[in-house]
């Protein structure tokens, strides 16, 4: 069975930085495709960045040149470095895992994955 948890979250003044971690197990194929999705109140779920088993990486227009997503293929473990965080990045994060799909901006704007996890809050004040 496939579990994922999120961990990293919390508050922070704009400006500053938070990583974030997804630890994924039960999963055991070679190729995959992982993002991070976000949602906040009242809005859509709305990608954010993802990456391919390749390395091959994708991001939203909104984010790129301030998050960076990463993947410890050894830990199993999915990050996301956000820096220079705005108020507008509050939200819930959501990692998200689909099997076989090796675009990753695919993911990111169809949202399409088989697995998630609970998520983890991210608020930044102005």
């Known amino acids: 069975q496939v579990q994922m948890e999120e961990s990293g979250g919390g508050s922070v003044q704009a400006g500053e930085s938070l990583r974030l971690s997804c630890e994924v197990s039960?999963?055991?194929?070679?190729?995959?495709?992982m993002g991070w999705f976000r949602q906040a109140p009242g809005k859509e779920r709305e990608g954010v960045a993802s990456?391919?088993?390749?390395?091959?990486?994708a991001y939203a227009d909104s984010v790129k040149g301030r998050f960076t997503i990463s993947r410890d293929n050894a830990k199993n473990i999915l990050y996301l470095q956000m820096n220079s965080l705005k108020p507008e990045d509050t939200g819930m994060y959501y990692c998200?895992?689909?099997?076989?799909?090796?675009?990753?901006?695919?993911?990111?704007?169809?949202?399409?994955?088989?697995?998630w996890g609970r998520g983890t809050q991210v608020t930044a004040s102005p």
């Open positions: 998200a895992l689909h099997p076989w799909l090796q675009d990753p901006r695919l993911l990111i704007e169809d949202g399409q994955a088989d697995y």
């Open positions: 039960g999963y055991t194929r070679v190729t995959w495709c």
């Open positions: 990456i391919a088993s390749d390395g091959l990486t």
